[in-house]
């Protein structure tokens, strides 16, 4: 598999109509090796290998342990969710796209009814978008909303597989939603790790040249690991995917930053301390608000929670 001159102009031309926001611009190599560390001790799941989730969980039932979770969390968090319900703000459905969604002044939460406990996680997961979000009082969002939302999020379902713990429901499947968390985030580290290196050549207005990209086979530690054969087929999978979606760093360094606030026992209140803040802070301040731990420490923390092969 060659490195063409066509072939590299399609490398380097396909960054031309992306967006690169100012915390993956000034922070890529911080990242990388984040994604690195972690990538390197944790082993993924394949969700079409998990065992399947045993527990039925009907909509209602979903609907009301999910309104005495937020209550656990702040008495006001189910009293607006209530209302939500009343509103018809909230929509399961059959569909794979689960999200919360802003238009104007009105807003939607999509949430899976497979009537399973993924239905419970994802909504708690959407829900604390839209309250962190505090929409529609605050329209724009801060940069540590853009960055570190998807860590709240994903610290919710964390958090309530601790409430239904608490509550004896579903043992076996909270062990095992962990590992959907892993299936569902873990493709997201390889597609960072290849882009970003030839994203920084990119923006440091290198040619894309077969001379460079051979230098980076030797100096890069992702490469060299993957040897110059896998690289070379990595970049023609690249081509052939939307860099966007691989340079979305938010869900995977979510999953990482979650594992660190739940290793860290974060508590209801420290949590909701993190919700209210953090659509009115940037995202250097909200960084200071979330344990101060070295990217070695996160690798750990994220293997603790999420490694498949150590669990099962």
Do not use: W
């Not at 009343?86 to 919360?100: A, K, M, S």
């Not at 939307?242 to 869900?251: D, N, T």
Request: charged share 25%; with cysteine.
């Amino acid at each position: 598999m060659l490195l063409e001159p066509k072939f590299l102009d399609t490398l380097h031309d396909n960054f031309k109509d992306i967006r690169i926001d100012s915390y993956l611009r000034e922070n890529q190599n911080m990242l990388f090796e984040l994604f690195y560390e972690v990538a390197k001790v944790l082993h993924p799941a394949n969700q079409n290998a998990l065992p399947l989730l045993k527990t039925h969980f009907s909509k209602k039932e979903t609907l009301r342990l999910e309104e005495e979770f937020l209550a656990s969390l702040h008495p006001r968090y189910s009293k607006q969710f209530r209302q939500d319900l009343v509103e018809g703000n909230l929509f399961p459905t059959d569909e794979d796209d689960y999200h919360y969604v802003r238009n104007g002044t009105t807003y939607q939460i999509y949430y899976p009814k497979q009537s399973t406990l993924i239905d419970f996680a994802v909504l708690s997961h959407e829900y604390i978008h839209h309250l962190s979000s505090k929409f529609p009082e605050l329209v724009e969002n801060t940069s540590a909303y853009t960055v570190y939302c998807e860590q709240l999020a994903i610290f919710a379902e964390l958090k309530c597989l601790d409430f239904l713990k608490e509550l004896g429901i579903a043992k076996d499947d909270v062990e095992l939603y962990k590992y959907y968390i892993n299936a569902r985030h873990y493709s997201n580290i390889a597609a960072f790790l290849t882009i970003q290196p030839l994203l920084e050549l990119y923006l440091s207005n290198h040619v894309f040249s077969e001379e460079k990209l051979e230098e980076l086979f030797t100096v890069n530690s992702f490469y060299n690991a993957l040897g110059r054969q896998d690289a070379i087929h990595n970049f023609h999978a690249l081509t052939r995917n939307s860099y966007q979606k691989c340079l979305h760093y938010q869900h995977p360094l979510g999953m990482f930053l979650a594992a660190s606030l739940h290793q860290a026992d974060i508590s209801n209140q420290e949590f909701v301390f993190l919700i209210e803040s953090i659509n009115m802070v940037s995202a250097e301040e909200f960084q200071k608000m979330l344990p101060q731990k070295s990217i070695i420490e996160i690798a750990n923390d994220t293997v603790s929670e999420f490694d498949y092969v150590k669990k099962k």
